[in-house]
Every structure is written in structure tokens, then in C-alpha cells.
């Protein structure tokens, strides 16, 4: 029986470092190559050791895809291709393909200029992955070989995030990566089709959060963004260069100009000006919207939004600052907060998720002093707000796209165990389909029934058709006989008169034949006559014909009349037909005649399975 | 599977394929060469065009002074320029299913299609092809009902009249069939039946057959498709090249094992080298330029204008004319430039990686940041104040018919020291310039057609085998004004199918087979037997269940087990299963094994004759006989069911069952 094994080597039941190995078909693929922002140690990046103890990745894996740029689903890629040593094909949108390895640098340059960490990918080995990365368009159909075929679909999320179908003869698993279903300021919606999967694979970040109304979020945001500018307090926004930082930066642009504030709002450095760009040229994957109007007036066009410069933090007066990286556990954002953190006027808002470890984590749990480095600690009187700006599928969306995809089985992952537990519970009531939650490490195994395709013969296929009438009755299924030829590989289905003869076979004939005797007085060609036309009024819808060498057919069944040479009287009926004519037929045909000549003895009821003792009576 | 060919342009196709229970619009092409019969359309009044004489026959019978102008001895119908549709008569399409469209070029007829005429279904077509079709379907309505005529000509199109008319008038055919440019509200509504595809997305119709956009390499999202079963292929091959412009590169080896190839869209002007045209145009615009006139470059306002652009973006400088400006004038240049920016994903590599750092992929993005290039929407407005001499016009549309070319040619046609360029391939130069005679300006005719040549075709169909294909009768024989060149055309072995506009052709098709799947419990229950060595055969009853043209074989129901209350009734109904029909045998029976088995199941009593073609065994105890042949065996036994049944079943195991 064949199956699918689904194996997290990262982020099964935990966000960080996804990475998900799928064995579909006798295909491996591993789904991203991430790594986990709450570790700097070996558990940063998944264990590529589960796969082979010795060597290189490139005979153990069909392909790798990576379904969006965010460094816990690609942080991990050079590091694996160049390091661990895999040079088989990376798939990637175009939008990831640019990105990602823009990130990876910064990664690289974090960790290894300013931590003085060593045995780390370079920028060299950055480069020489994306040389095997292999651009996916979407709904595109790529063929990585003659049985393995990926479709990426739009993920919302962030730009370029896709969910991927991956499908080797007629089983399936689809990987969302992380997904949106509800289109916020920039992207549009995640969309799939009825594509029925065995296996859908899922984020559950917000397994057991059903969202309020974005708008309702907008407004909290820009009033207490608006709060504290108002009492001279300074804003640090928390953000990853790409993504929510240019949702974010569409709506305080927007709301500067409507409220015409005076305030300065900054963007840390460099990537800006660049991620901009990025949104200009990759306008088609934003949304409906922004890709309508683009022409007239290019969104990502900020009037009030300035680059930072680091010696701006020491200002006076009020300013909101967009800082990265996100999670508030290096660079820029960490060195801002810990400038503002001793303030109470100011304020630090959390607009996305933060893993454990991180300083965002500690914060938002509401830790007030910080141990840092050199044992110093750091007093957090400013005040923490949390937003829920990611854009993660919440419960009700990733309910959504069930009923979008009907898959199979369902498998959670990028999520917390508790959480996961709770929706999993909820799939399964609502659903009725298994739900799985591999931790790191652990396989799941689902087995298909995948049918088996033939190829009908068009005769035989358009015979049955038009028998069975437009609409089958789902009551009186009508049975199809064909015979199914098989040879090398290939399986067709063809009526058996054909399959005789292309396999050159000649038939065989088997006929039985059974002889009836009766009183009858008249001629026997008298008696042939009558029998033909009582059965022709009688057996209404049968072919009933009169031959002219003596015979009667009834559809096959050939019915003579002869008379035995002592008693004229007595006719002897042969009554003959072949195998394949339904026996039934025949037993209540031979009743007619014995009710029509009155036979000696008693004819009882015409049942099928009375009629052979009628006929020994005689 | 038949194919029916509403349009006889070879570059403009329009046609249908029947194939399995669907119906497949392959593009729809509009034909605007009939604007060439008609009197420019002007944006500011043109003295010269209204003082133009009426026409009248010389005999005098026939006065058409109102509709028909005179210009350097041909005759022009002063009305809106009409354009040839595609044959709506030949098939009703209403019942077309859907459309695939190719290249934005061949879509322009679609709100024709679309619109009125009870079409329901849906438009497939990549999105840079519905951006930029868009795009021209607008221009060219802006270019119509920004100078509404209030006039409409149709005398002259009456039979009797067109007969006595002068050449080229007199040989227009189908004239009644030409409409108006269609409204822009029609436009809208043909485009929201548009669906968008991505190369080598598989769509399904109908689960009856599966259609793919292959990239061409033509144009932004230029596609051929390919339309297929899971037996039967055809490709469409329209407007597609070979050469390194700006698209993605032609996708050929996915149009391999076609059983019919339809071919559209060669070049139309196969002589002509576009690198070498490219060459001239440069030289010819520098020409002019350094002796201080200006040029005039008719064109749409999307696909070669790109190359042009970056071509002139190298050139100018090299040749020291750096300062000159470059204008693009259409309601849609701005809209134009821009889209061309944003599909990466459709260019060619090297193109594409620029967007990785990140750039814009075209450097007309630096042109216009330089200043060096401007576009605006028309000569009016902003235009007037800022233009300078001598500079570069690109402006459509090459018809020369209307757009804001048309003003330029008033404009500049009187001075030889400027200088048109033609270097759009669809409108014979001649024809375009003919209104605007006696002409002083300079004319250059370098057409670049990127669409394949012969020679290119040829190896194509050498690569990629199909077993048949169907193109435009054109293609069969030389082009008529170089009837010596045979190279210029289609040979093939078998030779190609041709057609015409009202052609239908029946396809050299025969469909043998159809995918259908077994259910994996009815599967696993099949007994195969080894029949010959490497073939085993096994009998399948099952039920059918055919849905959305797709077919499953089920195991067949288990009957019901009978309440014994309802005895009667229900033995009346049949179950299922013993309707299920016999197999046919095959196969000989062993005399000797048989009598063994005979005397194994207690039948003792057997006399054995033996006859010309077999045996006949006589089983004395039970009164019965069996006649054993090669081919056939013959039980003849009275009243016994027990026995038939046990003898029967004694018969079957020696043979083989389908």
C-alpha cells in the first residue's frame, strides 16, 4: 500500500527553523530550510544529520522549496546546499529569489561580523546557492522530473509567499509556508484550489486566535502611535525590512497626511530604499488595489517617511522609528530600545510574533528587567504594546482553506504544541479527517488509495455510456464487463471480443442444449408456428424471430421442433444456447411454453428457483 | 475533431477547434488593413483633407461626392475607419466554450466576439497579454471617439456602386461585414471575461481536455498553446520567435509528439532581417537628425517600441546625438512604459536578473529620468508648450489612419528634410502614405518582424515531429510578388493542410482510447493470468460512474441480503450481479484431463467416440452427451439442471476467461 511520511526536521510543534521533509511517490522533497531565531547555537539551524549521517544531501533529496524569504524558512539554506553539500534544484518565487539572499547577507553579516562567530556561511556560499535556485511562477506547473510536479499558489503573507502542490502520479501534500487569508494594505488574500490533497500541510501560528477586524487593529495602532506623539514620547516599531514594515508604512503615511502631522517617522537604514524597489518592480504580487493603480501613484512612493540615521535616536521630541530586525534580538532594534527602554513616555510596539528567547518574547511577557550582556540589566519602563500585524491565517482562516482544498489529512506545523493540540481537536470535529502534529524529528505516515488509471477502449467506453442512458440510476447500477490487458506497463481496458483479438486468441464456443417433450397434435411446422407467435405476444421487448430454416430464436437461443418417430403426438423441443446468454432468460422461456401447452403436472408459481424442478416432471 | 477559420490574415487568426466536447476559440485577430480604403482621421482641422474633391463616375451615373474623396488618383471613403471582423456566420459562437489568446495583438477583435453575440464562456490569456491588450483596445477607442465623424458611408458599398469604382475600392471584399470600432464599455465587458494563465499552467475544461500557454517568445506574455488529452495533442503555434529580444524565450520542446500542429503568425515580411532593419533605422534617423529635421517613427504604443527604445539608448550617444529627444505620444504611453516594468517574471534572463538588484529591467526607465525620453497622451496640452526640433516621434497608429501620427504627417509631410520610418510590419507602406501624396518628407521603410521565417519554421517542425499540420493557405505557395522564391514558403512531407477564411477542415484524428480509473478496492480484487509471455489478461465487471467527463470504474454493490417478508417482490427485481454478462472463452479442452476430472466428480460411465473435428463423449449413466471440438464444446443433457451446472463448471476450468 503506498504512503506518504511527513517528517519536521524544525518546525514541528514550535515556530523557527521550518524545515519539513515529505517522501511522496518514492520523491523526497524538503520543504523550507530555515532557521530559529531564539537559538545561537547548533539547534539555530533543523538537524540535516536525520537525513544522512555521512556526506552530501544532492541522492537523498529530489528538490528543496522554499516557500517565502523570511530567514525561519530560508535562514538555513546556504548553510545546508553549501556546508552539508546539496546541488540538486531549489525552487522559489521571483520575488523570493530576489530577497532572500539580500537577508541571508544581513544574517550572515549580524552573526559573523558583529557576534565574531566563525564556521558560518559566506557571502560567497550565499551566492552559490541562489545559483541553484530555480524561479517558480505562479500556477506555473513545474516538472522537476518525469513523475515529481510542483504548482506554487499566492500566499499573501509577505511578497512572494506561496503555498506549494506537490504531486507525483495521483497522490498529493500541499505546504502553505506561512499564509494570509485576508487581504490587508498591501497583499492580496492566499487562494488555492479544490485540489484535494491526502496531505495539507499548515502553519498554526494563530491556531486558537480568531482575529478582530483588521480595521479595529488599524485604529488601535494609530491612536497609540498618535498617544504618545502627542505627550513628546518616542515610538520604536519593531519590524523585518520586508513585509509588515511596508503595511505599516502605507498607513502612517497615509494617516501623516490626513491628520497632517509634523512628527518625523524614520526607516532603519539601507534595506528600505531597496525593499521599496522590490514592492515597484514586483507590483503584480501586491494587491488588487495597489497593482490598479500603480501607474497614477506608486504606494511604496513615502513623502513623510525618512531614512534613520543612528544618531538621530539621541533627538529630542517625539518621532516614530520602523527598526529591524523584529524580534528585538540583535541590531538595530535591540540598541534603539535599549536607548528608549528607561522612559516611560515612550513606547515600543510588537506588530508581529516573537519566539521564545528573543527580547521581544521576554517584554511582551511582561519581564521588566533585562539581563544583557556583561551582566548589566536594563529596566524596561516603556510601555509594551503587542499588535497582531503578522500575517498568519488565524484559526478561522486556516478553517478557510480546508474547506478551499478539501484535502485528506490534515498536518500542522509552525505552531505551539498547546495551540496546535486545540485546533487539531477542532479539525478533526468539524471535518471529520485525521489531523497529525509531528514534533522535530517524528514521522507521520499516511497511506493513499490512489486508484488505478487505464486506458479505455473509446468503443467500449461509448457503448456502455449510451446504455447506461444520460442518467445512471443510481438504484440499478448497470455492470460493465470488459477485459483488462496487460502488457509492459501499460493496462487497457477493452470489450473481450477485442481483447481476443489483439491477443490473436479464437474463441470458444460452449453451447448446452436441452430437449422438452410435448403433447401437441398438429404438424410440427404447425407447432414451431404457434410457439413463435404465442412468444412473440407474450415476450414483449425480446427479439423474437421466425427463421426460415425451421428455427425460432429467441435474442440467441435457438428453439427447434421435432417429433419423435413412435407418437406424433409427442414433440420433442430442442431448446439450445450458448454460455454466455443469461440462464434466467432461459428458465423463464421454457415456463412460458409449459404454461402455454398445459403440461401434464402441476406448474407452480414461476419463481427462478422452482422452475428446475418443474422441468423433471415431465 | 474539426477546425473552422473565421479569418483568412495569417498573422491575424481567428480560428475554432472542435475536440472532444469542447469548442476552443484559437485568438481573434482584427483585421485593420480595411482602414487603408479610408480618409485619415485628423485632430485639428485639416484644410488639405477637406478641400479633397468628391468623387463621381466619369460617366456620371454614379455620384458619391458626400462619401468617396479624391487623393492623388485614388478614391477614399471619408467615414470611421471599419475594420474586418472574423466570419460570425460560419458557426454559432454562441457555443464557443472558450477562448485562448495568444499575444495581445491578436485579441483586438474580442469585444466583437464577446459582445452581442450570446458568448458565455471564458477568455484564457497571460496577464502582461491582457495588461497591454488592454492597453491597445483603449488607444484605439480613445483614437476614434476623440474625433467623432459624424458621418457614416454605405452607398458605396452597395454591390452595383463598389462594382464601378476604382482600385483598390472596387476588389475590398465582405465590405458589409466591416463594423465601427467598438466602445470602450464593450471593451470592459470583453475583458472581465478574461481569465488569467501563467506559462505552463494546465488548465482543465470541462475535465474533457487540458490547454497550456507556452511562452513564444514574441512579445510580453506571447504564448502558443497546447490543447491535449491524455491521447491526443495539438498544438497552436502563433506569432512566435526565435530571436533575443526582450520576452521570455520560445518554449519548443513542449511541442513535441503533437498529432496536429496549427501554424500562424509567420513573418510577414520574410525577407527582411530585423537586425539589419534595425541597422537602417538607426542610420536613417541619424541621418536626418544631424541635417536638422525631424523623424517620425508610426508605431503601437507596446512591443518593438521596447527594443527601439533601448537600441536608440546605446545608439544616441555613440553617435553623439545625446541631446536629441525621443517623444512618445498615445493616451496610454505613460501606462505603457510602466507595465513593461513590472513583469519580470516575463522577460527574457538577462532582463530578468536586473530586477534582482533591484532595477527596472528596460533602461527607457533611465531615458525618462534623464529627460531624454517623454511621453505624453496627445499633441495637446503639455506637448505644444515643451516640444523641440529637430527630435524623435514615436506615435501610432501605423495605419496612418488616426492617432495623433496623423497630424504629424500634416505636419511634417511638406519638408524633405524629415523623415518617416515604417518599422511595423502589418500596413503596405505604399497604401499608408497614399492620402498624404505629393509628399516632401523622406520615407524609410524598415519593417522588423520578429515573428519566424521560413528557414527558422522549417527546423522547428523538424525538431519537434508533428504528425500533421494545418496552416494558412498563404504559407503553400511563394508570396504572390516573388512567385520564383520557393524557399519562402511551407514544404512539407505530408504536405501541410491549408485553409482559408470559411475554411472547415476535418482534423486526420482518430481517438481510440479514454482515461479511466479503477478504484483501488476494484483493482486489488482483478485475478490476472498470464495469457502469453509479458501480457496477462484479467476481466473486469464493474460499474461505471462518469462524471464531469471523467470516468471511474467501481466494484460492483454486494446485493442487498433479501428480508424474507418481501420474497416475493423482490425476486422479481433482479439483482445486479446476476445481470452481469458472461465472459467469452477461449482456449482448447484436454480430452484425457477432462475425462479425469469427469471421473474425479463420480461421472464413470463415458464412452468416448471420436469424430472428424473431436471427440463425443457419451455419459450413459447420466444421459447426457458432449461433443468436444478445437474451438467449441456442446453439452446436451435434458432436465438436469444439477448436472449441466456440475458439467458446465468442469468445462470452464479448462478454459480461459474474458
Redesign the interface.
Known sequence: MPDIKVTPLGAGQDVGRSCILVSVGGKNIMLDCGMHMGYNDDRRFPDFSYITQNGRLTDFLDCVIISHFHLDHCGALPYMSEMVGYDGPIYMT?PT??ICPILLEDFRKITVDKKGETNFFTSQMIKDCMKKVV?L??????QVDDELEI?AYYAGHVLGAAMVLIKVGSESVVYTGDYNMTPDRHLGAAWIDKCRPDILISESTYATTIRDSKRCRERDFLKKVHETIERGGKVLIPVFALGRAQELCILLETFWYRMNLKAPIYFSTGLTE?AN??Y?????WTNQKIRKT??QRNMFEFKHIKAFDRSYADNPGPMVVFATPGMLHAGQSLQIFKKWAGNEKNMVIMPGYCVQGTVGHKILNGQKKLEMEGRATLEVKLQVEYMSFSAHADAKGIMQLIRMAEPRNMLLVHGEAKKMEFLKDKIEQEFSISCYMPANGETTTVTT??????????NL?KR??AL?GPL?DPK?????????????SSL??VS??Q??KE?G????????????HLQDPHSDSDTLSRIYSHLKSVLKGYAVQHLPDGTVMVESIVLKVSSSGEDPNLKVILLSWS??V?E?KVFLFILLLFIYFEVKGQVKSP??HEA?PT??L? | MKLYCLSGHPTLPCNVLKFKSTTIMLDCGLDTTSALYFLPLPLVHSSRLSKLPGWASKDGTVNLEKELKECAGRVFVDSQPEFCLPERELLDLSTVDVILISNYHCMMALPYITEHTGFSGTVYATEPTFQIGRLLMEELVTFMERVPKAQSATCWKNKEIQRMLPGPLKDAVDVWSWKRCYSMQEVNSALSKVQLVGYSQKVELFGAVQVTPLSSGYSLGSSNWIIQSHYEKVSYVSGSSLLTTHPQPMDQSSLKNSDVLILTGLTQIPTANPDGMLGEFCSNLAMTIRAGGNVLVPCYSSGVIYDLLECLYQFMDSANLGTTPFYFISPVANSSLEFSQIFAEWLCQNKQSKVYLPEPPFPHAELIQTNKLKHYPSIHGEFSSEFRQPCVVFTGHPSLRFGDVVHFMELWGKSSLNTIIFTEPDFSYLDALAPYQPLAMKCVYCPIDTRLNFHQVSKLLKEVQPLHVVCPEQYTQPPPAQSHRSDLMLELQPPPMAYRRCSVLGLPFRRRYERIQLQPELAKALVPSEIKPGISVATVSAVLQSKDNKHVLQPVPKPTPVPPSKKRKRLMEEVPELLSPKPLLSGSIPLDAFLASLHKSGITEVKVEETADGHILHLQAEDALIQLEEDATHIVCDNNEPLRTALRDLVLRFLQKL
Do not use: W
Not at chain 1, 137 to 142: G, I, S
Not at chain 1, 280 to 284: E, Q, Y
Not at chain 1, 480 to 486: E, V
Not at chain 1, 507 to 512: A, I, S
Open positions: 521571483h529569489k530576489a524561479p511562477n505562479l500556477h506555473q506547473t513545474v504548482k531597496k524597489h522590490y515597484k518592480l514586483f507590483i503584480t500603480f501607474v488509495n490512489p486508484s488505478v488509471p487505464v486506458d479505455i477502449s473509446l467506453l456502455e455510456m447506461g445512471p440499478k447500477p448497470r455492470t460493465m464487463h470488459g477485459t483488462l490487458i496487460m502488457k509492459d487497457r481496458l473481450p471480443e481483447a481476443l491477443l486468441l479464437s474463441e470458444h464456443q460452449l453451447r448446452f442444449t436441452c430437449r422438452v454460455y454466455q443469461n434466467n419463481t427462478r428446475i422441468l423433471t415431465i
